[in-house]
Nanobody, 124 residues
């Protein structure tokens, strides 16, 4: 069992930056591919970014590529999402998730463990 806890969300003006963190419990964090997803009311959860177990490989949704960076610190059992040049359309509830079998997958149903989410609101 893995518990994930996100933090770092908040209210920011368009063009600003935020860094989300996701702290994981347990001693097997480095064996999981990790991902970030986001959801707005009335829509399905959508893929944002993913990172391999070692952190050497990353994958991004086209809508955030070049603005967001995912990285991880396996010694701290934490994955991060650095979000720059934020836009109002980035407003959503952001979730981190653990993939116990692979990495880089974009379908939410491939992820076994989820955090509770952290709200990001970007004002225009």
């Amino acid at each position: 069992q893995v518990q994930l806890v996100e933090s770092g969300g908040g209210l920011v003006q368009a063009g600003g930056s935020l860094r989300l963190s996701c702290a994981a419990s347990g001693r097997t964090f480095s064996s999981y591919g990790m991902g970030w997803f986001r959801q707005v009311p009335g829509k399905e959860r959508g893929f944002v970014a993913a990172i391999s177990r070692s952190g050497d490989f990353t994958r991004y949704a086209s809508s955030v590529k070049g603005r967001f960076t995912i990285f991880r610190d396996n010694a701290k059992n934490t994955v991060y999402l650095q979000m720059n040049s934020l836009k109002p359309e980035d407003t959503a509830l952001y979730y981190c998730a653990a993939d116990t079998r692979d990495w880089g997958r974009v379908n939410e149903y491939d992820y076994a463990y989820w955090g509770q989410g952290t709200q990001v609101t970007v004002s225009s």
